[in-house]
């Protein structure tokens, strides 16, 4: 059963995203000299989703100062490109 945030289109759309990121940017890993440059594009595409998580993951506003990460958050890998399933698939 979907949660809420499953529901949500901004966070669907975060995820799928990430996964086009994720395609468009892997050609480039072939080039040493461009490594810490996908890494950023790829982290930056991360934090996108992360931040949303996070930010559902909060149940009050007494809450948001001290809250650090979602508890269900976990971190995206470029391997999870090719196994998206219900979000959207990643160019060809």
Do not use: C, W
């Amino acid at each position: 059963m979907p949660t809420k945030l499953e529901n949500f289109s901004a966070h669907r759309k975060a995820l799928e995203s990430f996964y086009f990121v994720v395609a468009d940017l892997r050609p480039l890993t072939k080039h040493p000299a461009l490594a810490r440059l996908v890494a950023q594009q790829i982290a930056s595409a991360d934090s996108i989703a992360a931040n949303i998580e996070e930010g559902y993951g909060r149940g009050s506003a007494r809450d948001s100062p001290t809250f650090s990460s979602s508890p269900g958050a976990r971190r995206r890998r470029p391997e999870d490109a090719s196994s998206a399933s219900n979000i959207g698939s990643p160019p060809k």
